[in-house]
């Protein structure tokens, strides 16, 4: 009798995503070191995060020497955009288009060569558009000796607010004018996708 098996399915598959290979250093990005309070915006191009997938961690990859610098609070915000650049310095991301995803308040920073942030809220990334992160930093001190590795662009593919005076410039700018940059930080994404599979299995068994 032969035997013949048919197995369509999904298994979930762990890996790990860089982007950017850039190795100039600077406290810009992801957020600024030196300056109390920032809100930095980067678009990071779907070709690079690849197809759908959940976002389980973040990660920043640190150029300078050690160093320890705390922080007030820490947000990470998530979201995904169509366009692939900032043309308008007040062109926010929405936040109604944005997911906190990070919350952490006297997070030390430097200590470690990646600083990873492992997500409170998973994303549920779609694949289908541009990955946009925000990072919301308050501190207490300045340290412009804290540095991070970033990946320069001919285009504005971050735009940021920073500010010593007011802690609102760690919120959301809505209309307010913010800074280009063009260039993003070096990333490190711990992902989970689902992987296809089929099994099919024709002629097993005794007759």
């Known amino acids: 009798i032969a035997l013949i098996i048919f197995g369509v399915g ?12 850039g190795t100039s250093s600077g406290y810009d990005t992801p957020f600024n070191n030196y ?4 809100w930095n915006e980067s678009i990071y191009p779907k070709a690079d995060t690849g197809d759908a997938c959940t976002i389980n961690s973040i990660s920043y990859h640190r150029s300078s020497a050690a160093t320890s610098y705390g922080t007030k609070e820490i947000k990470i915000y998530m979201g995904e955009t169509t366009r692939n650049k900032y043309t308008s310095q007040t062109a926010w991301t929405p936040s109604n288009s944005l997911t906190l995803v990070y919350s952490g308040s006297g997070v030390i ?9 492992t997500l409170d809220t998973p994303f549920e990334y779609s694949g289908e558009d541009n990955l946009v992160v925000v990072v919301a930093k308050k501190s207490s001190n300045e ?24 802690s609102s410039y760690a919120s959301h700018p809505g209309t ?27 002629g097993e068994g005794t007759s």
């Open 35 to 38: 300056y109390l309070y920032s």
């Open 10 to 21: 999904f298994v979930s598959a762990q890996e790990e995503i860089t982007i950017g290979n």
């Open 176 to 202: 307010n004018t913010g800074t280009f940059l063009k260039g993003y930080a070096n990333i490190r994404l711990s992902v989970e996708r689902n992987k296809h599979f089929e099994r099919i299995t024709i």
């Open 143 to 166: 340290n412009s000796g804290l540095k991070w590795y970033f990946t320069s662009s001919t285009d504005y593919v971050s735009l940021y607010r920073r500010s010593d005076e007011k």
């Open 109 to 117: 920073l430097g200590d470690s060569e990646w600083e990873t942030f």
